[in-house]
Nanobody, 123 residues
Framework: VQLQASGGGLVQAGESLRLSCAAS????????MGWYRQAPGKQRELVAQ???????TYADSVKGRFTISRDNAKNTVYLQMNNLKPEDTAVYYC??????????????????WGQGTLVTVSS
């Protein structure tokens, strides 16, 4: 399963961006989808996650500013980022977990990562 992320860019503090990530590949189902980020010199951290049923989890640092959503028909996850701050500057990665099917039968679980999209917030 391949993930293609888009939507990063350079914005000023207080502005908004929306990231998108589309999954494609052979027959598969998606359980959870999420966004992670990695700032220079720091470890990758979870930003937000959404389950197949729509349940969401957010990092404390983005609660109230970021919203994760998904379009199951399009196998796409979104991250709406409002009131961006300089500390949100990072490379953002999308991820997806689920099951790959062959001949209608579940064959293996997978976890895929997108290529990363850079978000830069200037003060």
């Amino acid at each position: 399963v391949q993930l293609q992320a888009s939507g990063g860019g350079l914005v000023q503090a207080g502005e908004s961006l929306r990231l998108s990530c589309a999954a494609s590949g052979s027959t598969f189902s998606i359980n959870s989808m999420g966004w992670y980020r990695q700032a220079p010199g720091k470890q990758r951290e979870l930003v937000a996650q959404i389950s197949s049923g729509g349940g969401t989890t957010y990092a404390d640092s983005v609660k109230g500013r970021f919203t994760i959503s998904r379009d199951n028909a399009k196998n796409t996850v979104y991250l709406q980022m409002n009131n961006l701050k300089p500390e949100d500057t990072a490379v953002y990665y999308c991820s997806a977990e689920g099951t790959i099917f062959r001949d209608g039968l579940p064959q293996e679980v997978y976890r895929s990562w997108g290529q990363g999209t850079l978000v830069t917030v200037s003060s």
